[in-house]
Nanobody, 115 residues
């Protein structure tokens, strides 16, 4: 079955950087669109960034210019490089993909931006 496992979260100071990873299995990764979402405490889950199988990327306005999504098809892994982090970036970050049978989610990794 499809499995997505996020890692790389933690505590970081405002202005700092962090790189999240999401290892995928059970899918043909190279042809799968991959996305990152996040859910802050008390808020709904929101889309953050996406990357198509062809390498095209899109970002939410709130992270544009600060976050970068990338993928390594040889490692079946998608990354989210986050820089210039702000307290409002604090959230659980989730990896997502989808195919003809449905949408798939990881369990998330917590990012806390605080001094």
């Amino acid at each position: 079955q499809v499995q997505l496992v996020e890692s790389g979260g933690g505590l970081v100071q405002p202005g700092g950087s962090l790189r999240l990873s999401c290892a995928a299995s059970g899918i043909i990764f190279s042809i799968s669109p991959m996305s990152w979402y996040r859910q802050a405490p008390g808020k709904e889950r929101e889309w953050v960034a996406a990357m198509t199988s062809g390498g095209s990327t899109n970002y939410a306005d709130s992270v544009k210019g600060r976050f970068s999504i990338s993928r390594d098809n040889a490692k079946n892994t998608v990354y989210l490089q986050m820089s210039s982090l702000k307290p409002e970036d604090t959230a659980v970050y989730y990896c997502n993909t989808h195919d003809s049978t449905g949408y798939y989610w990881g369990k998330g990794t917590l990012v806390t931006v605080s001094s």
